[in-house]
């Protein structure tokens, strides 16, 4: 492979064209779009040092989820990043990230290790907001991108990225464990730096290209899919692994060191693609020295069909106003402007059922530690329940990538409905936590992750499929605002009072008054069993709602919804691979 490759370039022209091809590419830009996206998890290790956060600061458990909601409402309150990139390239998108994510986190770190004045709550709020906001302007410049430069295999697409930002929780895990040992205050300054320096690495090298299909797209996707999965399984064996025996510090660098080289992997497979895309652009030089353009006679353009030009005049008519036609919609699948999407029946029912589902899940992330502290469970064994949450999520967001899209083009089964048996998958670790028994919070972790993690892509590519790619990058950042809010009711609103008033019952059967102790701690199953049947019976409210979505979009989805995308990709594969004579017209 070597020798050949080596060969191949020497007969065009040299290593340095190559080099600028690789880079300026589809699939390096791909490659650096799974480097940023790995890195953009990091609001999923809130798990891991919200510890630190209320024992440093002395915050009582519903302090702690309302940082938790303003994390989760950082994170998915995109709508910024995605006004931001309708105006501005994505290297600017990806650069206001860096700088957020950064400057939040960091802010962090210097608190909790007291390098700074105990900031108020409200100013602790602002930070983990700022720092999780970022994820938005890395899904927006890295996604959305990504989506539009393979409009075709999008279910596919979102679920490779989504799933490497399942897997940045197990990945900065072992990283930190790594370079910093067992130090969770740490960690949170790893979160703030490695995202920022990964989106400034790669900031020029992601951008929106000409879609042109490749015979062998469908093949390469499941390379990189075996890839991902490969070093899924090995962070989950590691996981388990550091939990039954005590690493050394040297121990923990191999496992960083191969995780990392793992994901460098597709940066191979990459270079692979490009050096066959190169190959066929120099057969193509060499076999077309000059191409001649014929530029359109005065009679050609006379000869111009009456309904094209019809269409002309019409491109050429004054645009209608912005206000002017929000109530009347396109078909499902057209380009629909950003109201008419976010005023339509689809997205109003899409919200409520991410609402329930979304905000649910969040919930059961943001309590993870606490969940099991209350359960007894050593500190290192609960940091092992957020990264099986983490892994599996990744699973959930591969699984429901692959496999919908692949259910969707051969049985025409509908994304939504999907959805809908996700929600009651979900329904199952909820009620695993309400009631628990020995062992089971390892399952409800594996379930919540995975079924957390298949909602987002499912979510983010019906909202493409239904309303279009033209606003895109606006529409799915608008799509899950109901996850914070979701997030704030369930979370901040119900779960934390609830575990509050049980830790105080706990107290006062000790003879203990809540001034006598730093912070309030509930020990039992009792601690979280009401909230979380009230989680599990929202998403089963979501799952219901979901089903109205399931029969308004049947039809739609038992026709082809990628026929236009592949008609226009079909007539660019054309015209550059005609020969010379029949694209100047000199063989008519």
Known sequence: MTSSLSSDLVRSNGMIPFAVHVVRGRWFSLFASFLIMAGAGATYLFGVYSKEIKSSLGYDQTT??????????????GVLSGLIDEIAPTWVVLLIGAAMNFGGYLMIWLAVTSRIPKPKVWQMCIYIC???????????????????????????????????TGLSGAIMTQIYLAVYGNDSKSLILLIAWLPAALSVVFVYTIREMKVVRQPNELSVFYHFLIVSIV????????????????FSQAAYAGSATVACAMLFIPLMISIREELKIWRVKQQLISANPTIAIEKPTDEDQKQVSPAKSSSIEAAEKEPVLWYQNIFDKPERG???????????????????????????????VDNLGQIGESLGYPTKTIKSFVSLLSIWNFFGRIFSGFVSETLLVKYKFPRTLMMTLVLILSCIGHLLIAFPVPGSVYIASVIIGFSFGAQLPLIFTIISELFGLKHYS??????????????????????????????????????????SVKELTCIGTHCYRLPFIILASIT?????????????????????????????????????????????????
């Open 130 to 164: 700022v720092g999780a906001n970022s994820q938005n302007f890395a899904n927006t410049g890295a996604l959305v991108t990504s989506v539009k430069n393979f409009p075709e295999s999008r279910g596919i697409m979102i679920g490779l990225l989504k799933g490497f």
């Open 334 to 364: 057209e380009d629909y402007t950003i109201l008419q999407a976010l005023l339509s029946t689809d997205m109003l029912v899409l919200f409520l059922a991410t609402f329930c589902g979304l905000g649910s899940s969040l919930t059961a």
């Open 64 to 77: 702690l989820n309302l940082l938790g909601f303003f994390k989760d409402l950082g994170a998915n309150v």
């Open 474 to 515: 606006t529409l799915f950042n608008s799509g899950q605002l109901a996850s914070p809010i979701g997030s704030y009711v369930l979370n901040v609103r119900v779960t934390g009072p609830l575990y509050d008033k049980e830790a105080l019952k706990d107290l006062a059967k000790k003879g203990m008054t809540r001034a």
């Open 540 to 588: 089963f409210f979501g799952a219901i709602t979901s089903l109205i979505l399931v029969v308004r979009t049947r039809e739609f989805y038992r026709g082809d919804i990628y026929k236009k995308f592949r008609e226009k990709a079909e007539t660019i594969d054309t015209e550059m691979t005609l020969p010379t004579s029949h694209k100047d017209g000199s063989n008519k």
């Open 231 to 246: 070093l899924a399984l090995f962070l989950m064996v590691m996981t388990i692994l550091e939990k039954i025996w005590s």
